[in-house]
């Protein structure tokens, strides 16, 4: 079979913007990434063990090749000695260690972060395909370009509506879950073809080069968690961590994520500065309807115009829900959708919900208080008990 991971271009474009941000800030910090998953499989991945050992062997032998550094150093907001850094840059086998407890699949990476933070992508997606190649894969992608054909159809249907002050755009945000890398090229392929006016880009920085679409991305959970292990005072970790990606893009990338001690401890740190240096908020968890509201509301409080703004919502997205928050909304403020497994792994078979997750940075554990239920993550519930009083957090 061929390999899993076909470039170390093949992962998505947060991981390069967090890491050109850490690389900068925090070049020594130690940190832990956890593997996990939140449902059941149709069989134990324990037994996919052996198979993701050897791709990650194979991945720890890639490098960025020459033109894929130019690539990455034409986006203007990647700095020359982040791609310098690399050029030399190779995964080390020996920060990840993958073994079997159980049913389980346990996957850890530990060692300094600039040289772990990057696993995370491709082991999910490594797993992700390595467990659905055990199905028919002919039945599975016939019936996901019937699926897809469906979904374009819908889409046609709905962008022929009246028009809204603004258009509905929406993101390919599928690399993680999906059913296989060809697959995801095929339906990102398609989208392009096909819906050119409102599919306006890719997360996946190797797909946005071979079809010359908009990389999409600025941060994840992980890089404002890192910064509850960073020395600040725990009640502060947003302020620096907003602060510190201020500094290293200067207006660049300024979709803020809120939701990693939720929405209302996130609004009280999100003031009038933040408020007009970022252009605006994604959505992760929690209701969309009540988020969207209090963050328009917010910036109702601080005189700042919801037109100038925008709202990315990217949890478990179908068109049809993308739909339904861009009549919502979309007079009221810009929007934006990044739709992700119902893209990439809409085949009829039941996707996996695995993470990889930050858990501890310097020594010390960190953790996310999701605003919906089950996406709390933490392995300290000490640490987690104390974050929710700091924050006062009921979930």
């Not at 601080?302 to 703004?309: S, W, Y």
């Not at 020594?363 to 104390?386: E, R």
Request: hydrophobic share 40%.
């Amino acid at each position: 079979m061929p390999p899993v991971v076909r470039s170390l271009l093949d992962t998505d474009l947060y991981k390069f913007t967090m890491w050109q941000a850490l690389l900068h800030g925090h070049p020594s910090a130690q940190a832990e990434y956890r593997f996990m998953c939140r449902n059941a499989p149709a069989y134990p991945l324990a037994e996919l063990a052996a198979d993701v050992g050897r791709e990650l062997d194979r991945l720890c032998t890639l490098h960025f090749t020459d033109d894929e550094l130019d690539y990455l150093r034409s986006l203007r907001y990647i700095k020359s000695d982040f791609v310098d850094f690399l050029a030399l840059f190779h995964f080390q086998r020996k920060f990840i260690h993958v073994d079997v407890e159980g049913p389980e699949l346990v996957i850890c990476a530990r060692g300094p972060q600039v040289h772990v933070m990057g696993f995370e992508i491709y082991v999910l997606y490594i797993v992700n395909e390595l467990y659905f190649r055990r199905f028919d894969a002919e039945q599975a992608l016939a019936e996901g370009r019937r699926r897809l054909t469906a979904k374009l159809d819908t889409l046609r249907r709905l962008v022929a509506e009246p028009p809204s002050r603004h258009p509905f755009e929406f993101f390919d945000f599928g690399t993680r879950r999906r059913f296989s890398g060809a697959w995801h090229e095929e339906v990102v392929g398609t989208l392009a073809r096909e819906a050119p006016q409102q599919f306006k880009g890719t997360s996946n920085v190797y797909l946005a080069r071979q079809y010359n679409l908009v990389p999409i991305g600025t941060m994840a959970h992980e890089y404002l968690q890192s910064f509850q292990g960073f020395g600040v005072r725990l009640r502060d970790f947003q302020k620096a961590a907003l602060e510190s990606w201020v500094q290293e893009y200067r207006g660049d990338l300024g979709t803020a994520l809120t939701d990693v001690v939720g929405m209302d401890a996130f609004l009280a740190d999100f003031d009038l500065y933040f408020a007009k240096l970022f252009d605006g908020l994604r959505h992760d968890s929690g209701d969309p309807v009540a988020w969207g509201e209090k963050a328009i509301a917010h910036y109702a409080r601080l005189r700042i115009d919801p037109f100038t703004k925008r709202l990315v919502f990217s949890d478990g997205l179908t068109f049809d829900k993308a739909f339904a928050l861009y009549r919502h909304f979309a007079d009221r403020i810009m929007t934006g959708f990044g739709i992700g497994t119902h893209l990439s792994n809409d085949v009829g078979l039941v996707p996996l919900n695995i993470v990889m997750k930050l858990v501890a940075c310097n020594g010390q554990p960190v953790a996310k208080l999701s605003d919906s239920p089950g996406k709390t993550m933490s392995v300290d519930p000490t640490f987690l008990a104390y974050l929710k009083q700091v924050f006062h957090s009921r979930t």
